[in-house]
């Protein structure tokens, strides 16, 4: 059995970020089921979202956020965010981060990038690669800490805890299994503070802009830890995402938009006018919204964005990645619009904490996409997400210095070891491929931008048989990496689909037809699930 002081699953910049600070104070593990830098971080292009300039203000932001969020966001925890968000990117700066710059006045000073629901430009950005260049800076750092260990294609498979063990004063995280990807082996990690960082649950749709590896596998262990889940309902589609038969995942930034980009139809009608006062750069709910209606009203496939009246010079300094992407596509962005459709973007909701990361379970925390602080509310406003994870993550370290197990639950409780059981290797990988499919392809019918009671009833019904195949083929055969995240996707997807039917209204990014009016007197508050 591996024992660490910490244990951080998840490996985007809340849990590098966990890390890094963490080693100071004690030995770091940090599990990721693929490589490193595999993370959702490494595919976010925009930017982070913070004030740094004389023309933007704490309260402005502070404003844009809370708008976004539709009446749903913890104040207080927007403020700590944001306020203290400026230290947070100057750390990034001194480990050696250089976001892009332009001449102000005759000094340099940050390009500052403009994205849906902002008033001020205030996303810094390194081109449209920023989560890209935010996850090599904290790799490399990471790669010079001593007390840092990088545990790459192992995957957490679930949570120890007093309460299973049988303790009955206090319930608390006291280790996790792990499986070996490489030797198929369970192990055993022992930690007084694990920290979930796994990011979102992109995977669960059908069309998404995340990684693969994004299968909310935090938030189901925390689920079957018996952790505090809060508004999953709200799940970001991005209006953005590339439209290609070849094209798998590949996110066209708001980025575009924030420079001029302009939302055509399929008769080149400027559209968004029609839906919002902001047209293009309406926050992201309405806009995907929109995108829907558009794409239903002509019968089409996609919608297109048109940025063709930018210099092709400017498109590629301030957009190589997509400008590229585009022409191996056989799309010119200088020359014609861009083909796009809405895809599964962002987790609003998650393991419900307070702003420093804590779990209703004590010992567990959880950062960045997994956790829910309060943030984001209903709706996230654009570039958040990275922000939320760089303060959180500092934020957490702090509290979990500060917390101490209780003595008769401290390290000398034996934890036992993983128990397999009389099982086989699986006969037949094509059942879990069928069911992930099926998953998949039932959200994005009946759960996605615009949904309905009968369409959610539906999706459950089908979840709950899927949940009970995948339970007795989950304890029949040996686990791996396919049929763990087939377990967390269904997990994942019944938590979405029973926060949505509970929440009889339509706010932020939950639009429902049988409830399209916003009901603060009995639904201005979160959505909380929990099996305790």
């Not at 932001?61 to 947070?88: F, K, M, Q, S």
């Not at 959180?392 to 509290?399: G, I, S």
């Amino acid at each position: 059995m591996k024992e660490y002081d910490f244990v951080v699953v998840g490996s985007g910049i809340a849990g590098l970020t966990f890390a890094l600070k963490a080693a100071k104070h004690g030995s770091v593990a940090v599990i990721t089921k693929r490589k490193g830098a595999d993370s959702n971080t490494a595919w976010a292009q925009g930017g982070i979202a913070c004030v740094t300039s004389d023309e933007d203000s704490f309260e402005l932001h502070v404003r844009d956020t809370l708008e976004a969020g539709a009446g749903l966001c913890d104040e207080a925890a927007v403020r700590t965010i944001v306020t203290e968000g400026p230290e947070r990117i100057r750390e990034l700066v001194e480990f050696g981060l250089r976001f892009d710059e332009r001449e102000v006045a005759g000094h340099r000073a940050f390009d500052l990038g403009k994205e849906g629901g902002h008033s001020k430009r205030r996303v810094l950005h390194v081109q449209d690669l920023t989560g890209k260049e935010i996850e090599t800076t904290l790799l490399r750092e990471l790669d010079r800490q001593a007390h840092v260990g990088l545990l790459e294609n192992h995957m957490a498979v679930d949570l120890i805890t007093a309460g299973k063990l049988g303790f009955a004063t206090e319930d608390r995280c006291l280790g996790v299994y792990v499986l070996d990807e490489k030797t198929g082996e369970v192990e055993t990690i022992r930690s007084d503070r694990i920290v979930l960082a796994t990011g979102g649950c992109g995977k669960v749709y059908l069309y998404t802009t995340n990684p693969d590896i994004a299968t909310g596998d935090g938030v189901a262990m925390a689920w079957r830890a018996g952790a505090v889940i809060a508004n999953m309902e709200f799940i970001q589609f991005h209006p953005t995402c590339l439209f290609h038969a070849k094209a798998k995942s590949f996110l066209i930034s708001e980025a575009v938009r924030g420079e001029g980009g302009i939302l055509r139809n399929s008769r080149g009608e400027d559209f968004m006018p029609r839906y919002h006062p902001r047209g293009s750069l309406a926050p992201r709910d309405i806009v995907a919204r929109a995108i829907d209606a558009e794409i239903k009203r002509f019968g089409a496939k996609c919608v297109f964005l048109d940025i063709a009246d930018k210099p092709p010079e400017f498109l590629q300094e301030r957009f190589p990645h997509i400008y590229q992407t585009c022409l191996q596509f056989g799309i010119d962005m200088s020359k014609q619009p861009i083909p796009v459709v809405p895809a599964a973007h962002y987790q609003c909701g998650g393991i419900k904490t307070d702003v420093n990361g804590a779990t209703s379970l004590p010992g567990l925390y959880a950062i960045g996409e997994v956790g829910c602080t309060g943030l984001h509310g209903a709706n996230r406003l654009a570039s958040n997400s990275l922000l939320e994870g760089l303060v959180v993550a500092h934020r957490a370290v702090e509290a979990s210095i500060r917390e101490l197990p209780p003595k008769h639950l401290a390290k000398k409780i034996s934890l036992p070891e993983w128990q397999s059981g009389d099982v086989h290797d699986v006969d037949e990988l094509v059942v879990i491929y069928h069911n992930w499919d099926e998953i998949r392809r039932l959200m994005w019918d009946y759960v996605g931008i615009v949904r309905t009671d009968k369409r959610l009833q539906r999706a459950s019904a089908r979840l709950r048989n899927l949940q009970r195949e995948i339970h007795d083929f989950y304890w029949n055969f040996k686990v791996s990496v396919d049929l763990l995240e087939l377990r967390n996707l269904a997990t994942v997807a019944a938590l979405i689909v029973d926060s949505a039917l509970s929440r009889k209204e339509s706010r932020g990014l939950h639009f429902t037809l049988d409830h399209p009016e916003i009901y603060d007197q009995q639904y201005k508050q979160d959505t909380l699930l929990s099996r305790i």
